[in-house]
């Protein structure tokens, strides 16, 4: 498995007809920031669904830190330490800011320890004066905010997210590059993005998706210079 | 966690002056019933309320808590052993029958249709058993009459001593009382709070590494045993049971309660329940109106006046009278966190 802690071999996810992802070998090795991207239907949500356990690959494995966690479900691959935030703010809208936070750290928590550790992940990511309120009320960019802050209290190694910066205004995607750099001191992170500039403020390694089959990988320069990212970007070689 | 549980103990004692006077209201026999309907309705309003899962088929565990206690206490006699599997068996069944639904990933409309369905093969199975070769032990089944003429509760260790009447309600009472503190407990607990977020949100709590299948699974048992329980103490209350526990009437009903007093509390459903119930009774020995259009009538009007249901309601309008203004800057939707609801 050499130093991967995420790898694909011949990844195949197909919806009836469709082949939405199509035998897609990839790699991502300890602490690495790697940008997903691609356009629309190009299969890189598909993907990120399939190594979280959300989806069950047609054929061709997935492999976390050692296992093979192809027919894992979601809870299983969570317990291996991968911290998941999916497209659309996935919370608990019926609970305050603090309970949700409390609910990430408990699981992986002594629990004289619990109450300092949500503290710890509300005050990173700056959702403390929030820590009572109803998370149904909060606006969509502090939602996002609260489910990182769920994702840090939970201490992954691996953090995989889908799209973070959907929605945000330009200010929230400025914080957002910070808390993901930040993120990214300590644990590796595979970000599916649609958004450009969030990506060129993260840097890392960027992988090109294009009709479920990886297009390209490099540093995030040389991908968006490359006349093939702006062919399937804009239809057109320049 | 201590907050709640003393919050808990103040309305169990509430509760405890309210069931010890209630005597001087009306007789300890109907009383008996009513509050192991209370605990019915409990027991629905865990799994519904705080789980999320719509079980129509809570008269199952309902039955089979009444017909395990009969035949268990034929064959054997003294009463004590027969009241744990009187608790065991339903907890063991609804064990594997959630394990079936959740890990099948079955949800919803699916899960209550299952349900009921269940409880109407355990209807027309038990009506079907009126032939001798319908035998446990030395128990004949009885088909649509049921078992009757059982051992009901003793004294542990004294068959001869039975409990009835007036002591019999206090029994009851004080095992509502008991079966209420526990969930309450159990709600305030960590597998509580995780249980009323998988309500709200299961991808995310199992996004977080909780096993939500098994929870759940869990969470149904402890309602099955609850429902059980009551069952249990309903046999030993009419000395009798028929295949009339697990018919749709009664499985349409502990819904009913549920909404009527209201869902995401506790007291809620035991209210419900318990004035339903009562109110039953009391049309029951007039013949102007069929009392299923009253009942009917009152479910309509709670749905479009209190669709939250009248403890809730209740609740909400208290607080609103007393709310101190809020200074914290904190933004907060109308109504209280799931955590805050379990108080009640």
């Known amino acids: 498995m050499s130093d991967s802690v995420v790898q694909t071999r011949g990844l195949t996810m197909q919806f009836g007809g469709v082949t939405a992802v199509d035998n897609v070998d990839f790699s991502l090795r300890r602490n690495e920031l790697r940008c997903l991207i691609g356009p629309n239907g190009a299969g890189k949500s598909t993907f990120f669904k399939c190594i979280t356990g959300m989806l069950k690959a047609t054929s061709g494995e997935v492999w976390i830190n050692g296992h093979e966690t192809t027919t894992w479900d979601p809870h299983q691959v969570a317990r291996l330490g991968v911290g998941i935030k999916t497209q659309v703010p996935s919370v608990l809208d019926g609970f305050t800011v603090r309970e949700n936070v409390w609910l990430a750290a408990h699981r992986v928590t002594a629990a004289d320890g619990v109450a300092s550790r949500v503290a710890e992940a509300m005050e990173r990511l700056a959702v403390s004066s929030l820590a009572n309120s109803m998370v149904g009320s909060l606006s969509h960019g502090e939602r996002q905010r609260v489910e990182l802050s769920m994702i840090l209290a939970s201490r992954p190694w691996l953090v995989l997210l889908d799209e973070p910066a959907a929605g945000l205004t330009a200010a929230e995607i400025a914080t957002l590059g910070e808390i993901v750099t930040d993120i990214s001191r300590d644990a590796a992170v595979v970000i599916v993005e649609h958004d450009m500039q969030f990506i060129r403020s993260i840097a890392g390694l960027v992988t090109v998706f294009a009709q479920g089959r990886i297009l390209m990988e490099d540093q995030v320069d040389k991908v968006m210079a490359d006349p093939r990212v702006r062919e399937v970007y804009l239809g057109r070689k320049n | ?344």
Request: proline share 4%; net charge positive.
């Open chain 2, 1 to 344: 966690m201590r907050g709640e549980m003393r919050h808990a103990l103040l309305v169990a004692i509430v509760a405890a002056i309210v069931l010890a006077v209630a005597p001087a209201l009306i007789g300890t026999y109907t009383l008996t019933l009513l509050v192991i309907y209370g605990m019915l309705a409990l027991s629905l309003g865990l799994i519904w309320g705080f789980g999320g899962i719509l079980c129509f088929g809570q008269a199952a565990f309902f039955g089979l808590g009444a017909y395990t206690y009969a035949i268990a206490a034929i064959n054997i006699g003294e009463s004590t052993v027969p009241f744990l599997l009187g608790i065991a068996i339903p907890f063991l069944f609804a064990a594997a029958l959630g394990a079936m639904m959740f890990y099948g990933r079955l949800s919803d409309v699916y899960l209550g249709v299952i349900t009921l369905v269940v409880t109407l093969l355990f209807f027309r199975f038990m009506n079907s058993t009126a032939g001798p070769e319908y035998v446990v032990g030395t128990a004949r089944l009885g088909g649509f009459n049921g078992i009757p003429g059982f051992q009901t509760l003793n004294v542990p260790g004294d068959p001869s001593a039975y409990i009835f009447g007036d002591a019999y309600y206090y029994l009851t009472a004080v095992a509502l009382l008991i079966v209420y503190l526990l969930v309450r407990w159990l709600l305030a607990s960590p597998f509580g709070r995780i249980a009323m977020a998988i309500r709200e949100n299961e991808l995310r709590v199992e996004l977080l590494g909780y096993d939500a299948r098994a929870r759940k699974t869990l969470l149904f048992s402890i309602g099955g045993a609850i429902a059980g329980l009551a069952g249990t103490l309903y046999a030993s209350w009419a000395e009798i049971v028929t295949p009339g526990m697990f018919s749709l009437g009664q499985s349409a009903e502990i819904i009913i309660w549920c909404i009527v007093g209201g869902l995401g509390t506790l007291v809620g459903p035991v209210i419900g329940a318990m004035i339903l119930a009562y109110l039953k009774f009391a049309l029951g020995q007039q013949s102007v109106i069929d009392n299923t259009l009253v009942l009917g009538a009152i479910l309509i009007l709670c749905v479009l006046l209190m669709p939250r249901g009248v403890v809730p309601t209740l609740g909400s309008a208290l607080r609103r009278s007393y709310r101190r203004p809020q200074t914290d800057g904190t933004r907060r939707r109308p109504g209280a966190s799931p955590a805050e609801r379990a108080h009640v």
